[in-house]
């Protein structure tokens, strides 16, 4: 049975600004720290993210991730899916779905 990823309360604001501050202060980010980067300030954790959970909060914001990596860093689409251990497919997938929503 698979446990359920629950948000991080608020009362680590502070280790989380702190991660998030290193993380930032690397200088260049490589596509998996960007990953990270997001997660800890979406509040959901990374190996969740990169996860297998097909729960809608976490695919959503998973695919926004994806779409910040197409628009940002120019990756291809294979790329992508090797940073989230999934198929080209799926990322063009989220990446067209992302942009219907915001063509709306």
Request: charged share 30%; net charge positive.
């Amino acid at each position: 049975m698979q446990h359920k990823p629950r948000p991080r309360p608020d009362a680590n604001d502070h280790v989380i600004a702190y991660r998030v501050h290193q993380l930032r202060t690397l200088g260049h980010l490589s596509p998996t720290d960007y990953v990270r980067l997001r997660s800890l300030e979406l509040r959901i954790p990374s190996k969740v993210m990169l996860g297998p959970s097909r729960r809608q909060a976490i695919t959503r914001q998973r695919q926004q991730i994806m779409w910040e990596l197409r628009q940002q860093r120019r990756m291809s689409l294979p790329a992508i899916a090797r940073v989230f251990s999934r198929d080209h497919k799926t990322v063009f997938y989220a990446l067209r779905k992302i942009e219907m929503e915001n063509a709306q």
